[in-house]
T-cell receptor, first 114, second 110 residues
Framework: KAGVTQTPRYLIKTRGQQVTLSCSPISGHRSVSWYQQTPGQGLQFLFEYFSETQRNKGNFPGRFSGRQFSNSRSEMNVSTLELGDSALYLC?????????????FGEGSWLTVV | QKEVEQNSGPLSVPEGAIASLNCTYSDRGSQSFFWYRQYSGKSPELIMFIYSNGDKEDGRFTAQLNKASQYVSLLIRDSQPSDSATYLCAVRRATNKLIFGTGTLLAVQP
């Protein structure tokens, strides 16, 4: 069974640009969450989608947005990139939105903003 | 007070010993608890999760949960150098939003 797939794995962008990251969850999983990991702040929750609906949003500015498609694949977008957006962006997949189930992470997308 | 607290370490144990990793959380509404292992430059890898008070064992790993005291721990028996990594504790409330601790760096000395 394939795991959570994230693309691209590595990318370099310039300040002010925008970026779109993609996530394909484990087959059959309908919940996708996004996290940002930086050395200073650790792992921080961005947002969660279930059945194409955003269910939770973390404390990030509006430059960070996401969406989920009918096949459960998800994208996140960051507009007007800042140097501080350099981070590992992780997508997590879960079968349902119920507590008591497992949550698996993809390998992440390493974003460097220069 | 952080929602999830872990000792950053490093926690150094000799090969073959038991490593004990601890985590406390502040929200009594937390419903399930996760331990992830993260090697440098890699993504978090799920070790196990627990949602009932008591112990849960999986191979060399045992998770312990005490909701009254609001702590969860992970024991690693027969520690191996390959267990050297950062161990992340995460708690979940009602949905799939995870709140992470900052992680404990474990170093297993050969």
């Amino acid at each position: 069974k394939a795991g959570v797939t994230q693309t691209p794995r590595y990318l370099i962008k310039t300040r002010g640009q925008q970026v779109t990251l993609s996530c394909s969850p484990i087959s059959g999983h309908r919940s996708v969450s996004w996290y940002q990991q930086t050395p200073g702040q650790g792992l921080q929750f961005l947002f969660e989608y279930f059945s194409e609906t955003q269910r939770n949003k973390g404390n990030f500015p509006g430059r960070f947005s996401g969406r989920q498609f009918s096949n459960s694949r998800s994208e996140m977008n960051v507009s007007t990139l800042e140097l501080g957006d350099s981070a590992l962006y992780l997508c997590a997949s879960s079968p349902t939105d119920h507590s008591g189930n497992t949550i698996y992470f993809g390998e992440g997308s390493w974003l460097t903003v220069v | 007070q952080k929602e999830v607290e872990q000792n950053s370490g490093p926690l150094s144990v000799p090969e073959g010993a038991i490593a004990s990793l601890n985590c406390t959380y502040s929200d009594r509404g937390s419903q399930s608890f996760f331990w992830y292992r993260q090697y440098s430059g890699k993504s978090p890898e799920l070790i196990m999760f627990i949602y009932s008070n008591g112990d849960k064992e999986d191979g060399r790993f045992t998770a312990q949960l005490n909701k009254a005291s609001q702590y969860v721990s992970l024991l690693i028996r027969d520690s191996q150098p390959s267990d050297s990594a950062t161990y992340l504790c995460a708690v979940r409330r009602a949905t799939n939003k995870l709140i992470f601790g900052t992680g404990t760096l474990l170093a297993v000395q050969p």
